[in-house]
Each structure stands twice: as C-alpha cells, then as structure tokens.
C-alpha cells in the first residue's frame, strides 16, 4: 500500500526569499534526548548523594558565601528558556504560513546569546571565589562547588551546541519539528537542573 507524504509548505520569508521548511521528522531525536536527560539525571543523582555522604561526615566541611554573579546567572538562564519558547511559538506560526523565518531566528540567536552570557557568568563566580582564596581543592564543600557548577556549565555548552545545530538547519529551511522540540527539551532542562543545583549548593554550603 503505497504511503502518501505531504510536501512541507512553502513559506513567503520577506527578508530572504520562500524558504520551504520541513515540519514533520523522525521521532529518532526526542528518543535520544530523554535517554540523554535520564543519564544526566542519574549523574546528577549519583554527586548528590555523595555530598550529602561527604557532608554528614567530614568535620572539616567550610561553608562560604556564593558570589552574587550566580543569582543574576540564574534570571539570565531563565530568560533564555523564555526566548526559545518564544521561538517554538514562532516556529509554529512559520510552518503555519503566518509568520516569517526571520522571527524564530530572532529568538534562537536571543537564547544562544544568553546561553553564552550564563556560561561567561559561571566563569565569573569562579574567579570571584579564586580571588577569595577559594579553590578547588580548598576543602569538600569547595570542591563540591566546583564540580556541579562545572559539570552543569558543560552540559549548558552542550544545549548551546544543539542550538546552532537547530539554527543551521533552520537557515537551509531543512528544520524538522521533531529536532527543535528535542533541543528545546534539553535546553529547558538545564534551567530546572541548574535551579536544583543552585538550590542544593545553597543548603549545603
């Protein structure tokens, strides 16, 4: 029996011309995306406990102030998040042939730019706590500290390399639905993660 596949449409982009977009793709990527946030997950889970571990016993635990940097990293993250659903919203409307291209490239530039300036912001904390004389292997909480913000910063720069993916595709007009909800997972993620991590970090050191 013979399958029958709709073209995508063709839509009028005012500043570049028709730009035909493929809205419908393979499922193959929101699959990987959840086997990749469990693994994350676990990871995360796994440090978890091994602080609370090192914490409940170790007398030489330090508690010291975060640098401030981290709330306004946290409000920069979080603003991001709401530039790529501004984005996916877009996007709808694009393949819906009520908006143009240059709308949803807007947003996704909008998040990588603030993706990048959490990830300069995260640096900055660490300098901070190296000017205070506060290092990695200064004592557990301290090396606690480092691990996590690091460990989340490499992931973020992960999300950041999903993004380009997506907007690379989105400027050859190739950009299925199906990759951009999956990268828009991922991206979401790393905002509720870094929210548990701030908070974490927060009660513990």
Same mark, same amino acid.
């Given at each position: 029996?013979?399958?029958?596949?709709?073209?995508?449409?063709?839509?009028?982009?005012?500043?570049?011309?028709?730009?035909?977009?493929?809205?419908?793709?393979?499922?193959?990527?929101?699959?990987?995306?959840?086997?990749?946030?469990?693994?994350?997950?676990?990871?995360?889970?796994?440090?978890?406990?091994?602080?609370?571990?090192?914490?409940?016993?170790?007398?030489?635990?330090?508690?010291?102030? !975060?640098?401030?940097?981290?709330? @306004?990293?946290?409000?920069?993250? %979080?603003?991001?998040? &709401?530039? *790529?659903?501004?984005?996916? /919203?877009?996007?709808?409307?694009?393949?819906?042939?009520?908006?143009?291209?240059?709308?949803?490239?807007?947003?996704?530039?909008?998040?990588?730019?603030?993706?990048?300036?959490?990830?300069?912001?995260?640096?900055?904390?660490?300098?901070?706590?190296?000017?205070?004389?506060?290092?990695?292997?200064?004592?557990?909480?301290?090396?606690? !500290?480092?691990?996590?913000?690091? @460990?989340?910063?490499?992931?973020? %720069?992960?999300?950041? &390399?999903? *993004?380009?993916?997506?907007? /690379?595709?989105?400027?050859?007009?190739?950009?299925?639905?199906?990759?951009?909800?999956?990268?828009?997972?991922?991206?979401?993620?790393?905002?509720?993660?870094?929210?548990?991590?701030?908070?974490?970090?927060?009660?513990?050191?």
């Amino acid at each position: 029996m013979a399958t029958t596949i709709d073209a995508p449409p063709s839509i009028k982009n005012p500043a570049s011309g028709t730009r035909r977009v493929q809205h419908i793709g393979p499922e193959t990527p929101s699959t990987g995306i959840w086997i990749g946030l469990a693994a994350i997950t676990m990871t995360f889970a796994a440090f978890t406990s091994a602080m609370v571990v090192r914490n409940g016993s170790a007398p030489d635990w330090r508690h010291f102030s !975060f640098p401030p940097i981290l709330y @306004l990293n946290t409000v920069v993250l %979080i603003a991001s998040s &709401l530039t *790529l659903r501004m984005g996916q /919203s877009r996007y709808l409307r694009l393949v819906s042939g009520i908006a143009d291209s240059v709308s949803v490239v807007r947003a996704l530039y909008g998040t990588l730019a603030l993706g990048c300036l959490f990830v300069v912001g995260q640096y900055a904390a660490w300098l901070q706590l190296r000017w205070e004389g506060i290092y990695l292997a200064t004592n557990p909480s301290s090396s606690f !500290f480092y691990l996590f913000t690091a @460990l989340h910063a490499s992931h973020v %720069i992960g999300g950041l &390399l999903g *993004l380009i993916y997506v907007t /690379s595709k989105l400027h050859r007009g190739i950009l299925y639905k199906s990759t951009l909800d999956a990268a828009s997972r991922y991206w979401h993620f790393m905002g509720v993660l870094w929210l548990y991590v701030l908070g974490l970090l927060w009660f513990r050191i």
